[in-house]
T-cell receptor
Framework: DAGITQSPRHKVTETGTPVTLRCHQT?????MYWYRQDPGHGLRLIHY???????DKGEVSDGYSVSRSKTEDFLLTLESATSSQTSVYFC?????????????FGPGTRLTVL | QQQVKQSPQSLIVQKGGISIINCAYE??????FPWYQQFPGKGPALLIA?????SEKKEGRFTISFNKSAKQFSLHIMDSQPGDSATYFC????????????FGKGTKLSVKP
């Protein structure tokens, strides 16, 4: 399972509140990713990181920020949650020791914004 | 040009039949094409992948067929089983050191006993 955990696994919050989701990996991978999954949209990249303090935007980054102060942790923050951010959020790592640099996903966090 | 178009959205197949899911892309700079399988409540799991210099890759009952000139690739599941019922996503990776994945919208497969 590539040693990826996400917390919390489920969260219900109210519009306008800040929310932080955590992704933790145990295998020292350099690249980490945050995706959101919505019906009819597949998986869309929010932000990614290619090292400590090195991050970049993905396709749907508006309303989200990220931080990576340690190799093992990648945090996704919704500064002021909106109902359109109700989604399932997946963290992934890229394993550069594999021949295709494959990405592996965590178990997901289901976020509901009321 | 960064899109990956996946079809069908849903698919019902009888046990023992062949499931076929298709994907198409425009960006010729994509350098790697994985398929992911996702069960309800779980994260996507890498199933099989191919590079564009290969026309076919087979792993057990799962085969990717790749047509570089047509910019299409497909997943074939032979002898489909009820346990294969899941959502399948194709993806394509942009080239370069960052190499991000662009995903299709998914196909929900139901295999009837």
């Amino acid at each position: 399972d590539a040693g990826i955990t996400q917390s919390p696994r489920h969260k219900v919050t109210e519009t306008g509140t800040p929310v932080t989701l955590r992704c933790h990996q145990t295998e020292n991978h350099r690249y980490m990713y945050w995706y959101r999954q919505d019906p009819g949209h597949g998986l869309r990249l929010i932000h990614y990181s290619y090292g400590v303090k090195d991050t970049d935007k993905g396709e749907v980054s508006d309303g989200y920020s990220v931080s990576r102060s340690k190799t093992e942790d990648f945090l996704l923050t919704l500064e002021s949650a909106t109902s359109s951010q109700t989604s399932v959020y997946f963290c992934a790592i890229r394993d550069d020791d594999r021949s295709y640099n494959e990405q592996f996903f965590g178990p997901g966090t289901r976020l509901t914004v009321l | 040009q960064q899109q990956v178009k996946q079809s069908p959205q849903s698919l019902i197949v009888q046990k023992g039949g062949i499931s076929i899911i298709n994907c198409a892309y425009e960006n010729t700079a994509f350098d790697y094409f994985p398929w992911y399988q996702q069960f309800p409540g779980k994260g996507p799991a890498l199933l099989i992948a191919i590079r564009p210099d290969v026309s076919e890759k087979k792993e057990g009952r799962f085969t990717i067929s790749f047509n570089k000139s047509a910019k299409q690739f497909s997943l074939h599941i032979m002898d489909s089983q009820p346990g294969d019922s899941a959502t399948y996503f194709c993806a394509a990776r942009t080239g370069g050191s960052q190499g991000n994945l662009i995903f299709g919208k998914g196909t929900k497969l139901s295999v009837k006993p």
